[in-house]
């Protein structure tokens, strides 16, 4: 967190070492990482406002999100999850801004519960060092996070955009459970459990969110709901004085930030 001198905004300073870049053989994702987070223009994604660099580290301005990230508000709940309304709530906007991403070509890669950021109720999406511009739609580079990668790119296949949806229903099982689809005890193991792709949902959660989680959380891409169905889906369109309240807020802030 840092204080623009010059506006006296609050503002996000991400400092990144150019040793561990060259380390990696990253340094092209921080580029990637700039080009893409400036080119978007959308309420749930984190605004880049400037960069800079010196000898040792690049330093990315970006908005601040005062409520910090969905992992961490998930561990300030009972039993480490959200109730169903909360769930949606945020869920909602996570679809609209993976729909935005989309419908401009760019996949993500890297969608979970520590890149999703909280500002006044308002989702985040942060964190774009690993998204790639693919109008062609088809990537094959093993990138993102071992627990919310898909079965596709965990068997070294060719994927596309579904990668995303499938790392939406993995964020959506660990906000209503409180823990992830596969549990494992080292990364060969997890990522068979992946490519398999048999989940077991627990019964407290409701029907129609069960029916949500399992129609992401599908081996072939091609049988996932896509972004469309998963908008209009049952469960996220029932009515709940908590869930239309929570929604009327959120339109109002919004409005307000606009």
């Not at 150019?18 to 092209?28: A, R």
């Not at 890149?115 to 511009?133: A, M, P, R, T």
């Not at 409701?206 to 049952?234: G, T, W």
Request: with cysteine; proline share 2%.
């Amino acid at each position: 967190m840092a204080r623009d001198l010059n506006t006296g905004m609050i503002v996000s300073l991400k400092k990144i070492k150019k040793s561990t870049l060259f380390k990696l053989n990253v340094q092209n994702h921080i580029l990637n990482e700039i080009k893409i987070q400036f080119f978007l223009k959308h309420i749930n994604m984190t605004k880049l406002y400037g960069f800079y660099f010196d000898k040792n580290c690049v330093y990315l301005i970006q908005e601040y999100a005062s409520n910090g990230n969905l992992k961490q508000n998930l561990q300030l709940q009972l039993e480490n999850r959200f109730d169903e309304d909360t769930a949606i709530f945020y869920i909602k906007q996570i679809l609209e801004a993976v729909q935005y991403l989309h419908q401009n070509y760019i996949i993500h890669r890297d969608i979970k519960l520590e890149n999703i950021l909280i500002s006044q109720d308002i989702i985040k999406i942060s964190d774009f060092g690993c998204s790639v511009y693919s109008p062609e739609c088809q990537r094959s580079t093993f990138c993102g996070t071992l627990d919310y990668i898909s079965p596709e790119m965990a068997s070294g296949n060719n994927y596309g955009i579904s990668i995303d949806i499938w790392s939406i229903g993995v964020i959506t099982f660990e906000m209503l459970t409180g823990k992830p689809p596969f549990i494992y005890s080292n990364n060969e193991q997890m990522l068979q459990q992946i490519r398999e792709a048999k989940i077991n949902i627990p019964s407290y959660i409701s029907k129609d969110a069960q029916n949500f989680i399992s129609n992401i959380l599908v081996k072939e891409p091609d049988e996932r709901m896509n972004l469309y169905q998963l908008i209009n889906h049952q469960w996220l369109n029932k009515n709940t004085n908590k869930s239309q309240q929570n929604q009327q807020i959120t339109n109002d802030i919004i409005k307000l930030l606009r």
